[in-house]
């Protein structure tokens, strides 16, 4: 009997025990969803929703990067809209420049450090978020100036009043690793219109946006050739240059007739994953963007560095004559690019060994010799044994001087390869 008590007496202490841990449980399993978000909601606190996106509209983009060259206008002191006659007729400083600048500015009591010369805008990369009535654009890009020497990087806000026309800057003063870092959100902002803060749309088309990646790259390559040369597709800028060094060196050789650069002709090829934006320039040299999205390009100065497969498929079903001319075509663009290097290594090894013995001497002897910017066109051709002539006339693209007439002598390889001499 006193057995027994004890057992009833153990069970239900163990009974008790069960329902107090189960009770325990259930109460923690309700309140534990409280707790979550209460340290989510502290977690959070004082962060803004981000709901940006990089800008892919050619349109908005290129008439936003206008704003922020209107804007550095007029923050430039000596821009000419501050000067004119005075009622003594003489040419003098007419109006304040932060009168124009406050107009402008999101907001008015700002102070921004004017600049003392005038630059250009190159933009480089754009986010944007919208509601109702406003668009709201961060905006990174470089700024130059016209010599082409670069004067720092500019991150800003501007936001588009569509209804009106109208815009205001904001300008960020830290500037950041990348764009990506800077949370913004487009809070509804009243811009009222005034005499310097109306924009035009652009209106972009095939040329237009040719001649803006034809301009920005020339821009980055002069002035912070680091910039040109990320944007140079991998496996090729590894082939033509093999390290920033060398394609810093050929900027700086080449400086000059670069400022000059203009385009010309155009080309649009409408890939399945890209579209691809052929520029010529005035001494027929060619500089090739490849667009995954707006402003997301890589590029190529020439096609003869990783020939494509249509080149491939053209030679190779081409007579011996033809492959001649095609080589010939491939050697006058290598100096025409100024790519002295490639031009050199294809000249048969005796043959440069004996005549030039290093690649220096080579491209001396060229640019004493020969014309800066070149034509070719062909004359007479000839093979016997495997050996192929090809008579050539070289003219200077720029300048009307006498014509030179070159003999390439030539032996096709395996695949696309071939070995010459010139006399």
């Known amino acids: 009997m006193k057995k027994l008590k004890i057992i009833i007496i153990i069970s239900i202490i163990i009974i008790i025990a069960i329902l107090g841990t189960i009770l325990f449980l259930n109460f923690r399993k309700e309140n534990i969803p409280e707790i979550v978000e209460i340290e989510e909601e502290i977690a959070h606190a004082g962060e803004e929703e981000d709901n940006s996106d990089m800008v892919k509209d050619a349109t908005k983009f290129f008439t936003v990067a206008s704003c922020v060259s209107q804007y550095l206008d007029i923050i430039n002191e000596k821009s000419s809209i501050y ?10 400083r007419i109006m304040d420049p932060q009168e124009n600048i406050q ?16 630059v250009k805008f190159i933009p480089l990369q754009m986010r944007m978020v919208a509601n109702e009535s406003t668009e709201k654009y961060l905006v990174y890009g470089m700024i130059q100036n016209l010599d082409n020497e670069y004067k720092g990087d500019i991150y800003t806000y501007v936001t588009l009043c569509p209804e009106n026309a109208t815009f205001s800057i904001e300008p960020i003063e830290e500037k950041p690793k990348d764009i990506k ?12 219109e005034k005499a310097s803060n109306s924009y035009e749309e652009i209106e972009v088309d095939d040329e237009y946006l040719c001649q803006e990646y034809f301009d920005i790259y020339k821009s980055l390559s002069l002035a912070k050739p680091e910039k040109a040369y990320e944007l140079l597709e991998e496996e090729y800028k590894k082939q033509r240059f093999g390290n920033f060094e060398t394609y810093q060196k050929y900027i700086s050789d080449n400086r000059e007739e670069l400022e ?7 080309l649009v090829n409408d890939n399945e994953e890209y579209m691809q934006y052929v520029c010529k320039n005035q001494y027929e040299n060619l500089v090739i963007f490849d667009e995954m999205a707006l402003m997301n390009v890589k590029i190529k100065l020439d096609t003869y560095t990783i020939p494509t497969d249509k080149f491939k498929t053209t ?6 004559q033809k492959r001649v001319m095609m080589n010939v075509d491939k050697w006058i663009q290598m100096l025409n690019n100024r790519d002295y290097k490639a031009a050199y290594e294809v000249l048969n ?8 013995g290093s690649e220096e001497k080579f491209e001396a002897y060229i640019k004493e010799n020969y014309p800066n910017h070149y034509t070719v066109e062909f004359s007479t051709y000839s093979d016997e044994d495997a050996t192929h002539v090809q008579k050539i006339k070289l003219k200077d693209i720029a300048e009307e001087k006498e014509e030179k007439e070159l003999e390439i002598i030539m032996r096709l390889e395996e695949g696309i390869d071939f070995v010459m001499s010139f006399n």
């Open 181 to 192: 870092e800077i949370k913004f959100s487009n809070e509804e902002e009243i811009i009222e």
């Open 315 to 320: 030679y190779n079903s081409t007579s011996n």
């Open 349 to 356: 090894e005796t043959f440069r060994n004996n005549t030039f």
């Open 260 to 266: 000059k650069l203009r385009l010309t002709q155009y």
């Open 103 to 118: 107009e402008i500015l999101a907001n008015p009591d700002k102070k921004v450090e004017l600049l003392e010369e005038k």
């Open 83 to 92: 000067y004119g006659y005075n009622e003594n007729n003489e040419y003098t």
